[in-house]
């Protein structure tokens, strides 16, 4: 069974920048579209960007230009390297396949951007 865990974040100010990670294990990801998603405070879990098996890149308007997404296949592992934060992107992060996500999702990791 597949396992995601998240790692990565922590409190930052406007401006900051952190660099998430996401280890998998149990499942060969390499193959899958992989994203990472957002959910805050009473709102819904939400794509911002995804990358394809060979590296193709998309995001959501809002972080375009300030997230990148990246991986290694090699190390089963996604990335998201992220850039002049806002408090509005303060969250909790996952990753996840973009198409016909695993059921179980991973812990999340915690992103706060204080002003």
């Given amino acids: 069974q597949v396992q995601l865990v998240e790692s990565g974040g922590g409190l930052v100010q406007t401006g900051g920048s952190l660099r998430l990670s ?14 990472w998603y957002r959910q805050a405070p009473g709102k819904q879990r939400d794509l911002v960007a995804g990358i394809t098996s060979n590296g193709v890149t998309d995001y959501v308007d809002f972080v375009k230009g300030r997230f990148t997404i990246s991986r290694d296949n090699a190390k089963n592992t996604v990335y998201l390297q992220m850039n002049s934060l806002k408090p509005e992107d303060t969250a909790i992060y996952y990753c996840n396949k973009v198409h016909g996500p695993y059921g179980r ?4 990791t915690q992103v706060t951007v204080s002003s």
Avoid: D, E, N
């Fill in 22 to 35: 996401c280890a998998a294990s149990g499942s060969i990801i390499s193959s899958h579209t992989m994203g």
């Fill in 105 to 108: 999702w991973g812990q999340g």
